[in-house]
C-alpha cells in the first residue's frame, strides 16, 4: 500500500531536482529572462502534472527515471500556462503559489517572453532523445505529438480563448464543459497519456488512461471553481474570488456549489472505475484521483 502524500511529497522532490539541473543548462543572459523563468517554476506547486507522468508511467510498468525529462518540461508548460493566465490582458492576478505573479515581480513583457521561453524549452526537453535513452524514439515523438496536440488550439489554448470570449457572456453547460475539458482538462490528460505512451502502454491501456484522465481533468476544474469560492487564498497561495470579479463563467456559477460537487465526485468515481483493468498498479493514480476530490471537501 502506497502513502499517497509520501509519494508526492518524493516525486516532488524529484521533478523539481531535475528541473534545477535543466534551468542550470541554459544561458544565464539576458538575467531578467533567466531569473523571471526559475522565479515562476520553482516558487512551489504541487507538481501534480509531472507526478501523473510518473504514476502513468509506473501504472503500465514503466520506470520514473526514463520519463523524469519528460515530466520536467510538462511543468514548464504548465508554469507557462500560469504566467500567461496571471498577465493584465487575461486574468489579471497579482498572486501565484504565494508568491507576486511574474509580471508584477519583473514586468509585463518580461512576464510574456519568460512565458515563452518555458514553453519552448520544454519543447526542446520533450524533443532531445539523448535525455530518455530507455524510452522507444518512436514512442518519445509519439508522446511528444500528444502534448503538443492537446496544449495548442484544440486544447489548452482553445479552451482559453473561449473562456476569454465568454466573460460576462453568460453560458450553457455544453459550453462550460468545453472551457473546462480544454482550458485544464487536455493538459491533465496530456500528462497522463504521456507516461503511459513512453513507457509502451497497450491500445486498451491508454484507452482505460485517457478515460480516467478527461474525467479527473475535468473534476479538477470544477474543484478549482468551488475553491475561488470558499477556498482560503493562505492556504491556496492564490487570490480567490477572481472568477466571480472577471465574470467567468464557472459550474457554481451555474449550478451551485452543491449541485457543482456532487458532479465532480461522479466523475472521480467514474474516473476510478476505468482504473479497473490495472488492478493495483492503479493504486496510485486512484489515490491521486481521491486526492483532487479532497481539496474542497
Known amino acids: 500500500m502506497i502513502n499517497i502524500k509520501d509519494y508526492f511529497n518524493a516525486n516532488r522532490e524529484a521533478v523539481n531536482i531535475y528541473i534545477e539541473g535543466l534551468l542550470k543548462n541554459i544561458d544565464q543572459y539576458p538575467n531578467d529572462l533567466h531569473d523571471s523563468m526559475s522565479y515562476s517554476l520553482m516558487a512551489g506547486g504541487k507538481r501534480l502534472r509531472p507526478i501523473l507522468v510518473i504514476a502513468s508511467a509506473e501504472t503500465v510498468g514503466g520506470v520514473r527515471e526514463n520519463v523524469l525529462p519528460f515530466a520536467a518540461a510538462i511543468e514548464m508548460i504548465h508554469t507557462y500556462t500560469l504566467i500567461h493566465d496571471d498577465l493584465p490582458a487575461i486574468d ?5 503559489r504565494g508568491k507576486p505573479t511574474c509580471h508584477k515581480e519583473f514586468s509585463e513583457a518580461t512576464a510574456i517572453l519568460a512565458g515563452d521561453a518555458l514553453l519552448t524549452y520544454a519543447f526542446e526537453v520533450m524533443s532531445n532523445l539523448s535525455l530518455m535513452p530507455n524510452c522507444s524514439p518512436d514512442n518519445v515523438i ?11 488550439v484544440s486544447g489548452t489554448i482553445g479552451g482559453q480563448m473561449a473562456d476569454i470570449l465568454y466573460e460576462g457572456v453568460g453560458g450553457t453547460i455544453p459550453l462550460l464543459e468545453y ?7 487536455e493538459m491533465i490528460l496530456a500528462s497522463v497519456l504521456a507516461g503511459g505512451i ?3 502502454a497497450t491500445d486498451e491501456e491508454l484507452a482505460a488512461l485517457s478515460a480516467y484522465a478527461k474525467n479527473i481533468g475535468l473534476a479538477f476544474q470544477i474543484v478549482d471553481d468551488i475553491l475561488d469560492v470558499e477556498g482560503d487564498s493562505k492556504v491556496m497561495g492564490k487570490n480567490t474570488g477572481i ?7 464557472t459550474y457554481p456559477g451555474l449550478l ?9 465526485s461522479h466523475l472521480i468515481d467514474t474516473g476510478i472505475k476505468s482504473l479497473a483493468i490495472f488492478g493495483e ?9 481521491e486526492y483532487i476530490i479532497a481539496r474542497s471537501f
Open 281 to 289: 498498479r492503479g493504486e496510485v493514480l486512484k489515490d491521486t484521483a
Open 92 to 96: 489579471d492576478d497579482e498572486l501565484r
Open 179 to 185: 472551457i473546462h475539458t480544454h482550458k485544464t482538462g
Open 198 to 200: 513512453l513507457s509502451g
Open 243 to 249: 472568477d466571480a470579479k472577471n465574470n467567468k463563467l
Open 142 to 152: 509519439k508522446a511528444l505529438n500528444e502534448v503538443a496536440k492537446r496544449v495548442g
Open 256 to 264: 451551485g456549489i452543491a449541485e457543482s460537487r456532487h458532479i465532480a
